[in-house]
């Protein structure tokens, strides 16, 4: 078992340029999430999908689109790049029920640096 | 809204006890969950409280009060490879979402 994948591991972006980040998940979770964490903080929920077909908006989706393109896998696409963008961000999966009980299984994460 | 409030830092002394409070403030709420992250690490999940009281796991506790929103996170026998940054978390809206609190750096001195 991978767990959770993530590519790219690094990224360095120019203001304007758009990108997909990747993530799968080999575990046969219904929950996927995409987080963002800038230094010193916490992580922040950009959106989420509760189970295959559905996804729904977390804290900060503004400049973020997702696409939950089977059960196993959760693309976080940046339409038009831009340096508050810079930051790390984790894709994450829960539960073969999807509820608030459920570990979440953390990617290794994308370094994204906007210039 | 939904907010977290949590130390930004904690120092302890290796074989020591810490305490790791968070307090919290949600529309809904059905669970409250402490989260581990080593620098340049990913945050792994150490565990979860629904209901009030004492969950123990190891060396790691963790306890809930509902009707205070409050939680906190405890750990024993404080080892080096314990300092990292701990993050509470509540399900509050909705149960698959999951709001993280800004994290408690602790530091252990030998």
């Known amino acids: 078992n991978a767990g959770v994948t993530q590519t790219p591991k690094f990224q360095v972006l120019k203001t304007g340029q758009s990108m997909t980040l990747q993530c799968a998940q080999d575990?046969?979770?219904?929950?996927m999430y995409w987080y963002r964490q800038d230094p010193g903080m916490g992580l922040r929920l950009i959106y989420y999908s509760a189970s295959e077909g559905t996804t729904d908006k977390g804290e900060v989706p503004n400049g973020y689109n997702v696409s939950r393109l089977n059960k196993r896998e959760f693309s976080l696409r940046l339409e038009s790049a831009a340096p508050s963008q810079t930051s790390v961000y984790f894709c994450?999966?829960?539960?073969?029920?999807?509820?608030?009980?459920?570990?979440?299984?953390f990617g290794p994460g994308t370094r994204l640096t906007v210039l | 809204g939904q907010s977290l409030e949590q130390p930004s830092e904690v120092t302890a002394v290796e074989g020591a006890i810490v305490q790791i409070n968070c307090t919290y403030q949600?529309?809904?709420?059905?669970?409250l969950s402490w989260y581990q992250q080593h620098d340049g690490g990913a945050p792994t999940f150490l565990s979860y409280?629904?209901?009030?009281g004492l969950e123990e796991t190891g060396r790691f506790s963790s306890f809930l009060s509902r009707s205070d929103s409050y939680g906190y996170l405890l750990l024993q026998e404080l080892q080096m490879k314990d300092s990292a940054s701990y993050f509470c978390?509540?399900?509050?809206?909705?149960?698959?979402?999951?709001?993280f609190g800004s994290g408690t750096r602790l530091s252990i001195r030998p």
């Open positions: 575990m046969n979770h219904n929950s």
């Open positions: 409280n629904a209901l009030d």
């Open positions: 949600t529309s809904g709420f059905y669970g």
């Open positions: 994450a999966s829960s539960g073969l029920a999807g509820g608030p009980g459920d570990t979440q299984y």
């Open positions: 978390a509540v399900s509050g809206s909705s149960a698959s979402k999951i709001i």
